[in-house]
């Protein structure tokens, strides 16, 4: 074979070899580099994306179906997580903390300090404790703790409707989440383990147009917690309000479908970025598993005839049980009907109290990316005491605050 057919051959191959390599590393590990097959987008997400569109668009009882689901993952979750990370990620830079050091700074606080941030309202302080985790901040207990103590979403419906039950409801949880997270920690000697995902997490270098969908992002935001917070209360809108709260959810949710179909981010952003980034990134990153639960859901309930009311009024003892399985379904939106449920007198105290500890809230997304045996297991542990909390109550006070 003639020399500079040797020559072109070997080139060939160095290439055919540095493709197999680029694309067993994106297997291996999904991210940056994926993103960049067409254009600014990453395959997967763009494909995801255009599906979604698809569904939003269709005619009839399906593409109805989509839009209930992605206007309820929007003001029922999104705008709710967006707060508590902008929020937090705010108070970070204005006053020059970082969440990670105090974790490391008191290791025997982690535990109470974890079930309190899962605790609060909505699901962005168990966000932060599970990528305190990733970092290697905290022990496992800790995410026991505050995947225990969160009750996600739920908890803004619960303190507007019956603050009573909140103010007795979250101080249990709190400390059932408190007692669960030291006895994993006697027992689970994996402390500070670091995942390695978020060792080299990418700045996210935004370009004017990305700095400018962050912003609209983040604009709509503001309109949409006030839709958020009205469904909570269960304040209806007709007409042409109904129209634009529609128009809101849908915009907010391709907006951030866009950022997240051309963000780098696996999970978690770079401390090092401004507190709007953040904030968009991980919202975005965190709705999009979102919106896959609430798909589900709304399909299953709408095309196979699923009627959790019916389940409820016909099983009994079997209450809690049910109310706990359903805390375990990942995502905020099952657990807001089952506290919805609970206000409309349907179901017992013992069954909210059993799903509000079970239930992760979207905390668990960003934990399934990052380490999904973690999520796993931190899952199981957090049932374990909802199982013997709940049937406690309901075996030994029935109608403790039964509406």
Known sequence: MPRMCIKDTLIHNDRYTALIKMAYSDIKNPGFNLGHVIGPFRTKRLFLTLLLLILTTFPGALGAATRIALQDAYVGVSVFVALTLGVFYGAEKLFGFNISNVFRRAPLAQVPLASVMGAMPGCGGAVIVVAAYSSGSVSMGAVVATLTATMGDAAFLLIAKRPD??????????????????????????????????????????????????????????????????????????????SVASVISILGIFIGMLIWSTSPVQAMTNPADNPLSRMVEETTFITAWVILAFLGFEYVTSFAGLDLQAWF????????????????????????????????????????????????????????????????????????????????????APNYLTP
């Not at 409801?169 to 995902?197: A, M, N």
């Not at 807001?336 to 079970?358: C, D, E, K, Q």
């Open 313 to 396: 009024s016909a099983v009994g003892i079997a209450l809690p049980l049910i109310a706990i399985l359903i805390g375990l379904i990942p995502g905020c939106g099952p657990q807001v009907l089952v506290t919805t449920f609970y206000i409309n007198g349907l179901i017992p105290f013992s069954a909210l109290l059993g799903n509000s500890i079970a239930n992760d809230g979207d905390a668990l997304f960003p934990a399934i990316a990052l380490n999904p045996r973690v999520a796993f297991l931190a899952t199981v542990y957090s049932a374990i005491p909802a199982l013997i909390v709940a049937y406690g109550f309901y075996i030994l």
């Open 165 to 242: 039950v909140a103010v007795i409801l979250l101080p249990i949880s709190v400390l059932v989440g408190i007692f669960s997270g030291y006895i994993v920690d006697i027992f689970d000697k994996r402390k500070h383990e670091v995942t390695g995902k978020m060792h080299h997490v990418p700045m996210i270098n935004g370009n004017k147009p990305r700095h400018f969908t962050y912003l609209a992002y983040g604009i709509l935001i503001i309109p949409g917690l006030f839709i958020g917070i009205s469904a909570l209360m269960q304040i209806e809108y007709t007409g042409i309000v109904a």
